[in-house]
């Protein structure tokens, strides 16, 4: 009935208007592994976006598709272990994607940074098309998942509008940090530079990236 993201925040998801997909996976990996999930997932809704619309996404590390300097598509995913034996049960990513909203459609708050690909075109875009493009750009990349090949970390750090981007790594109960975005490691954590020259890899686990470019 509503779209939602990380920490208990809402994603608009006002009807008629967008494209809302939760897509129930049961891969034999390790937890480790699923760490690069949302990242190849990206990967994937920017080839079905491109293949059905002609737009070429940027992605905002880890997980935020940007279009035009907007905000188009939230990605989310969240995985059940078994109790007794710690085991992966399954995983969902739930993708967001913003595609006949106007301007209006969204609140205030966000207006300065959320779009649609409607917006970008400059016309309007039929859903079911896309739709049918996502799943099968979703279906083509759990099968290189499984296989363990595949292009995606080079395509994730082609479109990764983060890398050579002043940001701030966020943590819970302490101040931001100011950092520079330096590359993507073949996990996808970022690869950030302090000040004061000492670098860290951080996770989308463990920390939020806000943009000091405009778009956050």
């Known amino acids: 009935t509503g779209g939602r993201g990380r920490r208990g925040r809402e994603f608009e ?24 999930l949302t990242a190849w997932t990206a990967v994937a809704v920017c080839r079905a976006i491109r293949d ?11 997980n935020d598709l940007v279009l035009g300097g907007r905000k188009i598509c939230g990605i989310l995913t969240e995985m059940a272990i078994e109790g007794e034996s710690g085991a992966l049960q399954y995983v969902i990513p739930g993708i967001g994607l913003n595609v006949n909203e106007t301007l209006e459609d969204f609140p205030e708050e966000v207006r300065p940074v959320a779009g649609s690909l409607a917006m970008a075109a400059g016309r309007k875009l039929e859903r079911g098309r896309l739709a049918a493009e996502m799943i099968n750009s979703l279906d083509r990349m759990y099968a290189a998942w499984q296989a363990g090949g595949g292009d995606y970390l080079e395509r994730y750090r082609a479109a990764c509008l983060t890398i050579g981007r002043e940001v701030q790594v966020i943590r819970p109960g302490t101040p931001p940090q100011n950092a520079f975005a330096e590359g993507v490691d073949d996990a996808f954590g970022l690869i950030v530079r302090y000040p004061d020259g000492r670098r860290e890899t951080v996770t989308a686990g463990e920390v939020s990236i806000r943009g000091l470019w405009g778009y956050t």
């Open 13 to 36: 998801s006002p009807a008629g208007k967008g494209l809302y997909c939760s897509v129930l996976l049961r891969p034999e990996c390790t937890l480790d592994e699923l760490m690069w």
């Open 52 to 62: 059905c619309c002609g737009a070429e996404c940027g992605i905002k590390w880890t």
